[in-house]
């Protein structure tokens, strides 16, 4: 009986054979019109069964067809080898197709990004190249300033001290860095060469399998040379062959592009590797906008704040500038007053044009002052305010630091679980190949029993047979995950390779941001010791002021009590000139002429002490706070001629007050009292008679010793060295013009011409 039955599994058409001894051939021919029409190969399992009256005779299990069954077996588990092969490329492909779409997306995101950030690199370099001038300008600045800084010296030395242990405490903290980083590396050395061994062992794994497969090629060879008396098989198996060959071949090409699909997928990983780091520069570009942005707004408003004092500075230009303009106008009608007097008044309208030059270029030199000043206050503003900015840039590089060691101990953990998951799948590969090579052994013990079992031994080696075909299989599989695991070796250290590299650029940020602190710090010692220097300046000219204004007080007084000595010698002198008009005679007349030429001699004399004591200050001018210093040595010579002169006024007027009394007193009458002289007959009666006439209140204040008088018109003591105190007014004003300004002076000049007027 002859019965042959067809069914699928998994898409191969499987004919089952259920044949008599004696219908070996049929069943040969029948396997051949199978191979024929699927033309594909076909797994032939015999079922010998015997039948209810017969048994297997020992020709007949010399005939069994087991090489034959090898082969089919062998060519069936490559076929669905094959096809698994295709499934997995199909969606390896669709992957790629999605990856591909998703970089070109990635590509374009990331290209309009870089442009932005480019045009905002180029106008962070305009930016930039403005703060460098800004800063060349206040260089020169301290260059100018170099000269007040030697005071500052020892500070400087102090702070140095300081900077000094700060670098220390930098160095340990590197160190302790360092530290960390060398434990994270040995670590991670560690974990390479587990890494390294369990790749040694899956390669001892693949020799055993190896092995394995040289003893089964043996066996079946062994099996071909029982199986060459058969003249039947020969042609299957040479039929066979061919279709071996061709499998082979396809075999060798779906190799190749899976190897082509491989290469492909590494490249897009590697691809992925580097949109990684673009976003990760992308980031890192970000958090810098944000910081340029915050500068932009600082700096927008220290722009305001300078417009603001600006504006208020011009304000009080402008005040300043309606009060000269008033004091001009004044000066102006004073002059013309002026103009009006007798020719010994010119000499002091020549004083006033020199103070008004004195004045114009005090006020020039008050304006380039108040620019200065104004400079050097916007100046430390502002590096105030860069020093804040500062501070707060060195800590968000803090924060920053922070943030990347805790995305490195991230990535560290991924990675080991990384590891974790891959030790795992190694272990269980372990066990199943463990398991597959003890099932060869009882594979091999049941192939050794096989030979002297009886009839149902044959039963029993077709179902090994299929038994080792699975195993084969799931070899197959198992030798396909190892690949997967080899590959997946291969990205880890890959990985490994990333984060060696990241690590690498974490180290020079963080040494790029150490070096930009101690330019920082630097930067911030130079400006606390301009501040200091600043401080300084500031402070001593607070006090010069002071002692300035002090002395112009004092200086304001005596001028005041000069003008009202000066006016009442004039006056005194005119009040004379009007006594001696009459008839006079030659004694008296020279006597007057000789005190007049004495006043005017004094005179003289004190305007060249004046114009002196001008000189001197015009020089001590340039060099104010070490002349003030060696003021009593200048002025020795002055004290002596103003002493001189004090005893020859005290002289001058003790004698005109006398010789009015005696001398002047009789001719104080008119015409007629002079022809009355011709015709009295008593003389002294005459004498009585002038004597008995009142005085003016004027010539009485007039006859009176200069050295009686008080500054409220009471007397006062000689003792007061009034050109001397000119001397020291002199000075003062000068100091006064080059370091405040010409408006207390112009105060004091209208001061004076005031009290001019007045008297």
Known sequence: MLTIKTYPSNCHSIAEVVTHP????????????????????????YDCVYLAQGGWSETSRSRAPNGLDTTIHRIFAAHVNVEELKKEILSTNGALKDLQNEHSQYKEEYGCQILQLNEALETYEKQLALEKEQTKQLQEQERVHCLAN???????????????????????????????????????????????????????????????????????????????????????????????????????????????????????????????????????????????????????????????????QNQKVDVLEMEKSQLLDEVAAKKCQLQDLALKAETKEKR????????????LEKSKLMHSNT?????????????????????????????????????????????????????????????????LEHAKTTLNTVEDCDGQAVKIATRMQKKITAKREQIDMLQSRVH?????????????HVLKVERKKLMQECVHEASERYKLSETLETLKAENNTLKVNVTRTEAALEKT????????????????????????????????????????????????????????????????ALKISKEIVEKPLEDVKHLPNSLSPFKK????????????????????????????????????????????????????????????????????????GKFYSPTNDHELVLGMFFLITGFFVRYIGADLLTRSILLVTGSLQYV
Not at 484 to 496: F, G, P, Q, V
């Open 352 to 363: 006033i044009a020199e103070l008004e030059e004195i004045c114009t270029t005090s006020e």
């Open 549 to 612: 204004l002090l002395q112009l007080s004092e200086c304001q007084k005596v001028m005041q009590h000069l003008e009202q000595d000066t006016m009442r010698l004039r006056l005194q002198h005119t009040l004379e000139l009007q006594e001696f008009k009459g008839p006079v005679s030659d004694l008296p007349g020279r006597s007057v002429h000789s005190d007049s030429t004495d006043l005017f001699h004094l005179q003289k004399k004190k305007l060249m002490c004046i114009s002196d």
């Open 375 to 439: 400079r050097k206050i916007l100046s430390a503003k502002k590096m105030k305010k860069e020093r804040e900015e500062i501070m707060a840039e060195l800590r968000e590089t803090k924060s920053d630091l922070a943030n990347l060691a805790e995305d490195y101990k991230i990535l560290k953990r991924k990675y080991e679980n990384q590891t974790g998951d891959t030790e795992n799948t190694t272990t269980i590969l372990k066990m199943q190949l463990k398991a597959a090579i003890a099932e």
């Open 484 to 496: 997967l695991l080899e590959e997946a070796l291969s990205n880890a250290t890959k990985d490994k």
């Open 641 to 712: 001629e103003a002493m001189k002169m004090r005893k020859n006024s005290n002289i001058t007027l003790d004698h005109i007050s006398k010789e009015q009394l005696t001398l002047h007193t009789a001719h104080l009458a008119d015409k007629d009292s002079t022809v009355k002289l011709s015709y009295a007959s008593s003389p002294k009666k005459q004498i009585n008679e002038q004597e008995v006439k009142p005085k003016s209140p004027v010539h009485c204040l007039l006859t009176t010793a200069a050295c009686d008088m008080d500054s409220n």
């Open 22 to 45: 004696a219908h070996a051939w049929v069943s040969a021919a029948v396997h051949r019109t199978t191979n024929s029409l699927c033309m594909r190969p076909l797994l032939l399992h």
């Open 150 to 312: 030697e005071s500052l010296q020892r500070e400087l030395i102090e702070r140095r001290i300081e900077v000094e242990r700060l670098q220390t405490l930098m160095n340990m903290v590197k160190e302790e860095s360092q530290k960390k980083t060398e434990q994270q590396l040995r670590i991670i050395q560690e974990k390479t060469a587990s890494l390294d061994c369990t790749s040694f062992q899956l390669e001892s794994m693949k020799d055993a399998l190896q092995k394995i497969s040289d003893e089964l090629t043996a066996k079946s060879q062994c099996l071909d040379h029982a199986e060459k008396c058969l003249t039947e098989t020969r042609n299957l198996l040479a039929e066979k062959d061919r279709s071996l060959q061709c499998v082979f071949d396809e075999l060798k090409k779906l190799r190749l592009y899976a190897e082509s699909k491989k290469r492909e997928v590494q490249q897009i990983r590697a691809d992925n590797e580097k949109m990684t780091e673009l976003q990760r520069d992308t980031d890192t570009l970000k958090l810098l906008l944000v910081e340029k942005d915050n500068m932009i707004v600082t700096l927008r408003g220290q722009i305001e704040a300078i417009t603001h004092m600006i504006d208020q």
